[in-house]
């Protein structure tokens, strides 16, 4: 039996429709941005592998970093011992954090980072005796992941419906989603109304709001909704003129992928708590961090035992995914990722902006490593033109995944500008047919 005959007869594979699933792509190697098959293809890898790579697949110094880490110590417990990758990990995203951002909380992936910050606002408020802050305002698109929380926390979507009668409440309000404005405005003469909407929860129900959580400056799973900066620093100043926390949740944004090292430095705002992951290991490894300022940090210290937060995982700082973290820190200074991911970005808006004269396009957006393209009409997850469109492009040798009606381009940072140009002509074209 060949790999998909052997998966057919075993294995369950997320977000898909086994019955209806075509055969897998049997991956053997990865190198740079590309990935190859069993059967000899060379396929250009247009997804960072569920944006998480950023340096390339099976990156010589990320490999000898893991390799040595695992010469010294694999895995520990992470109560009651310490690691020197925890550490120093630790003491190098303090360097390159926000400021303010002192101290790292770890665990596992994406969703627990969110779950960890969810959990981490509601008991800041509990120690420091305001129980009552205990709900969540959060936005309309969200994604923050596929946990009970973090489905709470997302937009109601296909991919939460069937867990409705888990979920518990929060409240949301709108994105600056410009294309699909909810106020029905031009972003060329709005004054980004929609931040209204926030501040109307806010004084409705800022009274009982631990905190609020945002994708800052690029919504993803949701849509790939780019933000105006504006939009972000205004959610700063309501969150402080209404006394609620503000929780980032940079498991896409982090590391660089809207063109600074962090999202929401567009706007130079701190958040309360920091969510990271994906590219935090550059794809190798699964790690969460959730970050925090002394003064959140500083709500858990008490000699009542009652006020510790109470929050972990096995795989806690696991040692391996936190070497190739360090090793991938290094990589961003040796090789100036980050001018890097600006020429991509020149790069994206040059090859894109040109498909808004296309009939079915509706709108074009780009950010740092990010390339979007919306067509008009149906949208939504389940969109027939989405798998028909990925699958035109698989046959081309280039791997995306449109959310529906929306076809998004976030590759390596390390792709070549001849790789770029050459993936920007696939989409090109494919769109065009
Ligand atoms: C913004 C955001 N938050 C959280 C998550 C969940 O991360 P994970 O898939 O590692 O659980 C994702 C995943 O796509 C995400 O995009």
Same mark, same amino acid.
């Given at each position: 039996?060949?790999?998909?005959?052997?998966?057919?007869?075993?294995?369950?594979?997320?977000?898909?429709?086994?019955?209806?699933? $075509?055969?897998?792509?049997?991956?053997?190697?990865?190198?740079?941005?590309?990935?190859?098959?069993?059967?000899?293809?060379?396929?250009?890898?247009?997804?960072?592998?569920?944006?998480?790579?950023?340096?390339?697949?099976?990156?010589?110094?990320?490999?000898?970093?893991?390799?040595?880490?695992?010469?010294?110590?694999?895995?520990?417990?992470?109560?009651?011992?310490?690691?020197?990758?925890?550490?120093?990990?630790?003491?190098?995203?303090?360097?390159?954090?926000? $400021?303010?951002?002192?101290?790292?909380?770890?665990?596992?992936?994406?969703?627990?980072?969110?779950?960890?910050?969810?959990?981490?606002?509601?008991?800041?408020?509990?120690?420091?005796?305001?129980?009552?802050?205990?709900?969540?305002?959060?936005?309309?698109?969200?994604?923050?992941?596929?946990?009970?929380?973090?489905?709470?926390?997302?937009?109601?979507?296909?991919?939460?419906?069937?867990?409705?009668?888990? *979920?518990? $409440?929060?409240?949301?309000?709108?994105?600056?989603?410009?294309?699909?404005?909810?106020?029905? *405005?031009?972003?060329?003469?709005?004054?980004?109304?929609?931040?209204?909407?926030?501040?109307?929860?806010?004084?409705?129900?800022?009274?009982?709001? +631990?905190?609020?959580?945002?994708? $800052?400056?690029?919504?993803?799973?949701?849509?790939?909704?780019?933000?105006?900066?504006?939009?972000?620093?205004?959610?700063?100043?309501?969150?402080?003129?209404?006394?609620?926390?503000?929780?980032?949740?940079?498991?896409?944004?982090?590391?660089?992928?809207?063109?600074?090292?962090?999202?929401?430095?567009?706007?130079?705002?701190?958040?309360?708590?920091?969510?990271?992951?994906?590219?935090?290991?550059?794809?190798?490894?699964?790690?969460?961090?959730?970050?925090?300022?002394?003064?959140?940090?500083?709500?858990? *210290?008490?000699?009542?035992?009652?006020?510790?937060?109470?929050?972990?995982?096995?795989?806690?700082?696991?040692?391996? +995914?936190?070497?190739?973290?360090?090793?991938?820190?290094?990589?961003?200074?040796?090789?100036?990722?980050? +001018?890097?991911?600006?020429?991509?970005?020149?790069?994206?808006?040059?090859?894109?902006?040109?498909?808004?004269?296309?009939?079915?396009?509706?709108?074009?957006?780009?950010?740092?490593?990010?390339?979007?393209?919306?067509?008009?009409?149906?949208?939504?997850?389940?969109?027939?033109?989405?798998?028909?469109?990925?699958?035109?492009?698989?046959?081309?040798?280039?791997?995306?995944?449109?959310?529906?009606?929306?076809?998004?381009?976030?590759?390596?940072?390390?792709?070549?500008? +001849?790789?770029?140009?050459?993936?920007?002509?696939?989409?090109?074209?494919?769109?065009?047919?």
């Amino acid at each position: 039996m060949n790999l998909n005959e052997r998966d057919r007869a075993r294995v369950w594979h997320p977000y898909t429709q086994m019955l209806t699933q $075509p055969p897998l792509l049997p991956i053997v190697r990865g190198e740079g941005v590309y990935l190859y098959t069993e059967d000899g293809r060379r396929i250009l890898d247009g997804i960072s592998s569920w944006w998480v790579n950023i340096h390339g697949h099976s990156h010589p110094k990320l490999n000898a970093a893991l390799a040595a880490q695992a010469q010294e110590i694999e895995h520990v417990i992470f109560a009651g011992c310490t690691h020197r990758p925890a550490v120093e990990l630790a003491e190098r995203l303090v360097e390159v954090m926000p $400021p303010g951002l002192n101290r790292v909380f770890y665990s596992d992936n994406g969703s627990t980072a969110v779950e960890a910050a969810i959990k981490m606002a509601v008991q800041y408020w509990r120690n420091r005796g305001e129980p009552q802050h205990s709900g969540l305002i959060t936005l309309h698109h969200a994604y923050h992941g596929d946990t009970v929380g973090a489905m709470s926390a997302s937009e109601d979507s296909v991919f939460t419906r069937a867990f409705t009668p888990l *979920l518990f $409440p929060v409240e949301r309000a709108y994105a600056p989603y410009c294309y699909r404005c909810p106020l029905g *405005l031009k972003r060329e003469t709005c004054g980004i109304d929609c931040l209204g909407d926030l501040e109307r929860c806010l004084e409705e129900h800022g009274e009982r709001t +631990a905190a609020v959580l945002i994708e $800052p400056m690029l919504q993803g799973a949701g849509g790939m909704i780019v933000w105006p900066a504006e939009f972000l620093g205004g959610v700063r100043r309501l969150c402080d003129r209404y006394g609620v926390l503000l929780i980032a949740d940079e498991v896409l944004t982090g590391f660089g992928r809207t063109g600074r090292m962090f999202a929401c430095e567009h706007a130079q705002v701190t958040p309360d708590i920091l969510c990271l992951s994906k590219a935090l290991t550059a794809g190798y490894l699964p790690l969460g961090v959730t970050a925090a300022t002394d003064a959140i940090y500083e709500a858990f *210290l008490s000699t009542d035992r009652g006020q510790t937060f109470f929050h972990g995982h096995s795989y806690t700082a696991n040692p391996l +995914a936190c070497a190739v973290a360090i090793a991938s820190l290094d990589l961003f200074r040796e090789n100036h990722v980050l +001018a890097r991911v600006a020429r991509l970005e020149q790069q994206m808006r040059a090859g894109l902006e040109p498909l808004r004269s296309l009939p079915r396009v509706g709108d074009v957006r780009v950010i740092g490593g990010v390339g979007v393209v919306e067509l008009a009409g149906d949208s939504g997850y389940l969109a027939d033109i989405g798998t028909r469109l990925g699958a035109a492009f698989l046959e081309r040798n280039l791997l995306l995944r449109p959310l529906g009606n929306i076809v998004y381009f976030m590759p390596p940072y390390a792709i070549t500008d +001849a790789e770029t140009q050459w993936a920007l002509a696939q989409i090109g074209d494919v769109l065009d047919s």
